[in-house]
Protein backbone atom coordinates (compact mmCIF):
# COMPACT_ATOMS: atom_id res chain seq x y z
CA UNK A 1 0.00 0.00 0.00
CA UNK A 2 1.35 3.70 -0.93
CA UNK A 3 0.51 6.03 1.59
CA UNK A 4 0.02 9.53 -0.05
CA UNK A 5 1.29 12.45 1.49
CA UNK A 6 -0.89 15.36 1.61
CA UNK A 7 0.12 18.51 -0.97
CA UNK A 8 -0.54 20.93 1.16
CA UNK A 9 1.79 19.40 3.74
CA UNK A 10 4.23 19.10 1.04
CA UNK A 11 3.57 22.94 0.19
CA UNK A 12 4.38 24.07 3.68
CA UNK A 13 7.48 22.38 3.93
CA UNK A 14 8.89 24.05 0.46
CA UNK A 15 7.53 27.38 1.78
CA UNK A 16 9.65 26.65 4.77
CA UNK A 17 12.70 25.42 3.51
CA UNK A 18 12.70 28.38 0.87
CA UNK A 19 12.33 31.05 4.11
CA UNK A 20 14.94 29.42 5.49
CA UNK A 21 17.49 29.09 2.94
CA UNK A 22 16.35 33.16 1.99
CA UNK A 23 16.59 33.94 5.77
CA UNK A 24 20.58 32.55 5.38
CA UNK A 25 21.38 33.86 2.27
CA UNK A 26 20.32 37.34 3.41
CA UNK A 27 22.41 37.15 6.97
CA UNK A 28 25.35 36.01 4.31
CA UNK A 29 24.89 38.75 2.02
CA UNK A 30 24.68 41.27 5.42
CA UNK A 31 28.03 39.91 6.53
CA UNK A 32 29.64 39.93 3.15
CA UNK A 33 28.40 43.54 2.68
CA UNK A 34 30.12 44.36 6.29
CA UNK A 35 33.13 42.53 5.72
CA UNK A 36 33.39 44.96 1.86
CA UNK A 37 32.50 47.78 3.66
CA UNK A 38 35.54 47.76 6.15
CA UNK A 39 37.89 46.60 3.45
CA UNK A 40 36.86 49.91 1.66
CA UNK A 41 37.78 51.78 5.08
CA UNK A 42 41.23 50.43 5.72
CA UNK A 43 42.20 51.13 1.58
CA UNK A 44 41.11 54.85 2.55
CA UNK A 45 42.72 55.03 5.75
CA UNK A 46 45.52 53.79 3.31
CA UNK A 47 45.46 56.70 1.20
CA UNK A 48 43.01 55.43 -1.42
CA UNK A 49 40.75 57.68 -2.61
CA UNK A 50 36.97 56.84 -4.23
CA UNK A 51 37.85 57.08 -7.91
CA UNK A 52 40.54 54.29 -7.45
CA UNK A 53 37.92 52.05 -5.20
CA UNK A 54 34.98 52.50 -7.36
CA UNK A 55 37.17 50.89 -10.07
CA UNK A 56 37.48 47.76 -8.25
CA UNK A 57 34.35 47.53 -6.25
CA UNK A 58 30.93 47.13 -6.36
CA UNK A 59 30.24 51.09 -4.78
CA UNK A 60 30.72 53.85 -6.78
CA UNK A 61 32.15 56.80 -5.55
CA UNK A 62 29.44 58.58 -3.91
CA UNK A 63 28.55 54.95 -2.20
CA UNK A 64 32.34 54.98 -1.28
CA UNK A 65 32.65 58.94 0.15
CA UNK A 66 29.28 58.13 2.27
CA UNK A 67 30.57 54.86 3.73
CA UNK A 68 33.91 57.30 4.64
CA UNK A 69 31.57 59.66 6.11
CA UNK A 70 29.88 57.30 8.14
CA UNK A 71 33.22 55.88 9.35
CA UNK A 72 34.18 59.29 10.60
CA UNK A 73 36.81 59.63 8.26
CA UNK A 74 38.15 62.87 6.72
CA UNK A 75 37.65 63.18 3.08
CA UNK A 76 41.03 61.94 0.91
CA UNK A 77 41.90 65.05 -0.16
CA UNK A 78 41.03 68.76 0.38
CA UNK A 79 38.56 70.84 -0.79
CA UNK A 80 39.20 73.33 -3.85
CA UNK A 81 35.74 75.55 -3.84
CA UNK A 82 36.24 78.52 -1.99
CA UNK A 83 33.31 79.52 -0.15
CA UNK A 84 31.90 82.74 -1.88
CA UNK A 85 31.39 85.23 1.77
CA UNK A 86 28.00 86.82 1.99
CA UNK A 87 27.40 90.40 1.33
CA UNK A 88 26.38 92.21 4.26
Request: aromatic share 2%.
Amino acid sequence: MTEEKDPKVEALAKVRAASEAHAEAKAAEARARELHQAAIIEAIKVGLGPSVLSTVSSYDRVNIDRIRKAAKLPPTRAATVQKIPKEE
